[in-house]
């Protein structure tokens, strides 16, 4: 029920999405009685607040206390006019929920056509459309082999590109084989003759030597073709060998009448690790005998012993290793003799004295006399 000859209030918001906006000019206002306007002035007016608005109006006193009224606003928001709320309804006596203040739609919706234009769609009929997708029997079908599921192109396929006709004509069957096949007879028939040559190309130079085969009346010069293989793997170098030294038996290997010397840089020479035995002034001592041979003499040398990596160096002149018969039953050992006059021997092993291969006491003269 409303009250008769009673001053109204009733504070709105204008909103553009979603936010409190002042409308373009100050909205306008209706109240309606009983569903038509009742002619009542309704005032609207600003507030501090951006957006806020307050209608007020006054009942008429002949009105009755049973008359169904309305407020109703409109608004112009951002060049919107169509901005329209029922502010207050009467009933209940409470405001009515705000409709259309928030960013109405003034645009008119799409038609059918216009909707299937702004989807891609080129007709009414998305069936028909979507008919030439495959479906799954479809997909799976044109995966064989015997499905048409590529164009042939046949005599009009492009110079270069293999197709069913070019495979037809040049395909390898068994028939071709057997015909092309290298066989036993074709090689009897067609083996190297009289003309064929034998050629070795090492780098510029190409050497042809005689006939191979029957009737070709020739011969390969072979000393011509080993001297000629030989030029043709080029310089090479040797060597000097030193002592032959297996880390794992500790197995000293020489030859008899060789020279092991630093100075030749052949020695045999070793690393050693002596945790609490001071290296300085102290020397080493080798020595390599058996029971059934003289002492085989040699040097031994403690160098780098100011150094974190001291070393140990064997040396043996020719005439050392001349002096005793060669065996392979020798036994070998250094021994560190330090400042204080103490032994330690630190290595040994066996020790294969090889005889001598060759001789430098008999000259070239003599051998081929």
Do not use: C
Request: a negative charge.
């Amino acid at each position: 029920m409303i009250q008769l000859n009673h001053g109204y209030r009733k504070r709105f918001i204008t909103k553009l999405a979603g936010i409190a906006t002042a409308a373009d000019s100050t909205p306008t206002a209706i109240l309606y009685r009983n569903g038509s306007a009742s002619g009542t002035t309704v005032t609207v007016s600003t507030t501090a607040e951006t957006g806020v608005y307050l209608a007020t109006f006054t009942t008429d006193a002949g009105w009755a206390k049973t008359d169904h009224l309305e407020l109703l606003v409109s608004a112009t928001i951002d060049g919107d006019s169509g901005y329209k709320v029922v502010l207050w309804d009467s009933d209940g006596d409470v405001d009515a929920p705000m409709r259309g203040t928030d960013s109405a739609n003034t645009v008119a919706p799409l038609d059918a056509a216009g909707t299937r234009a702004a989807v891609g769609l080129a007709s009414a009929n998305l069936d028909t459309q979507l008919g030439d997708i495959p479906t799954n029997a479809e997909f799976e079908a044109r995966t064989l082999p015997s499905a048409d599921y590529l164009t042939s192109l046949g005599a009009n396929a492009p110079a270069g590109w293999i197709n069913a006709a070019a495979l037809a004509d040049n395909a390898i069957t068994a028939a071709k084989l057997a015909d092309s096949a290298i066989t036993s007879g074709k090689f009897a028939a067609g083996a190297f003759d009289a003309a064929a040559q034998v050629v070795i190309d090492h780098g510029d130079d190409v050497g042809l030597w005689g006939a191979v085969g029957s009737g070709g009346g020739g011969s390969i010069d072979t000393e011509q073709l080993i001297a000629d293989i030989i030029e043709g793997l080029g310089a090479f170098s040797i060597t000097r060998i030193g002592p032959e030294f297996n880390l794992a038996t500790r197995t000293v290997t020489i030859y008899q009448g060789d020279d092991y010397l630093a100075a030749n840089s052949n020695a045999l020479t070793f690393a050693i690790t002596l945790p609490g035995v001071d290296l300085t002034n102290a020397s080493a001592v080798f020595a390599a005998d058996s029971l059934y041979s003289s002492v085989l003499m040699g040097t031994a040398t403690l160098i780098d012993t100011n150094t974190d990596n001291p070393k140990l160096r064997l040396e043996w002149s020719r005439a050392q290793t001349l002096a005793v018969a060669a065996s392979d039953k020798l036994s070998w050992g250094v021994a560190i003799v330090d400042a204080g006059k103490k032994v330690q021997t630190i290595i040994g092993g066996p020790l294969r004295l090889k005889r001598a291969l060759v001789n430098p006491g008999v000259t070239q003269a003599a051998i081929e006399a």
